[in-house]
């Protein structure tokens, strides 16, 4: 199964899961993103939109966006809820679009699902004018290492290095989502932007919002030790 078949499959459960209100982290963490993300220029695209709503974020902030996404379903619920938008069906490692017709990509929770991370990085910056901006959020790649075990601790049975496949199924007051995607290590990431001509500008670590953690309990007191996701902001240069 590609990840667009994936996520297609998948598509009604997420458009319930991330369109219902505080129900998972976007919702708390996202201005900790926002605050790394350069003011509106000429262009931003979104590469992995799903059904908009970063999209839509962005353009509340004066952003003129044009998501790609792999699901049509997905991406046709994006451009209901955004029809000033452009919405492209596509693989964000092979986007239709112009060279250099943007002066910032975004990837927010995206570069873990395609099959091809670094071709998407690629695609980033071959989008990009030069002294674009690229900025990527991710799931920690600490956070995907292991398993908590019931004491808290996280427990790393196997290796850390190399990409593996993952697959979970969660379920959340009365909402169930299974998420399929791919475990990097950092450094998978950091060479995918160095082999593509990035320079890092910004990383962050964000920890669990006071907010959040209040409202998922004792559990989430891990979230304060270690970190959930990574925001990178790279340039292209000039």
């Excluded at 790649?141 to 190399?162: H, K, M, N, T």
């Excluded at 004792?218 to 996701?229: D, M, S, V």
Aim: proline content about 7%; glycine content about 10%; aromatic content about 10%.
């Amino acid at each position: 199964m590609t990840p667009g078949e994936a996520w297609e499959q998948e598509a009604e459960s997420w458009i319930r899961w991330t369109r219902t209100p505080g129900h998972d982290g976007y919702w708390w963490y996202r201005d900790l993103f926002f605050e790394i993300v350069p003011p509106p220029g000429r262009a931003t695209v979104e590469l992995g939109c799903g059904e908009g709503r970063v999209c839509r974020d962005l353009a509340a902030r004066g952003h003129r966006v044009t998501g790609v996404d792999a699901s049509p379903t997905l991406l046709a619920a994006a451009r209901d809820a955004h029809p000033e938008g452009e919405y492209v069906l596509a693989d964000a490692a092979a986007a239709p679009l112009p060279d250099a017709a943007f002066d910032l990509a975004v990837a927010h929770n995206s570069l873990m699902d395609v099959d091809d991370m670094p071709g998407a990085v690629r695609e980033a910056a071959r989008l990009l004018v030069p002294g674009g901006r690229f900025c990527v959020a991710v799931t920690h790649p600490i956070a995907d290492a292991g398993r908590w075990d019931d004491d808290g601790r996280l427990v790393i049975e196997g290796s850390y290095f190399g990409r593996r496949r993952f697959e979970g199924t969660f379920e959340r007051d009365g909402l169930t989502m299974t998420f399929r995607g791919w475990v990097y290590a950092l450094e998978d990431y950091f060479r995918a932007l160095e082999d593509a001509g990035f320079l890092v500008e910004a990383v962050r670590e964000p920890r669990i919002p006071d907010a959040l953690a209040k409202r998922r309990g004792p559990r989430a007191e891990r979230w304060k030790r270690l970190p959930n996701f990574l925001y990178v902001r790279a340039v292209k240069p000039r």
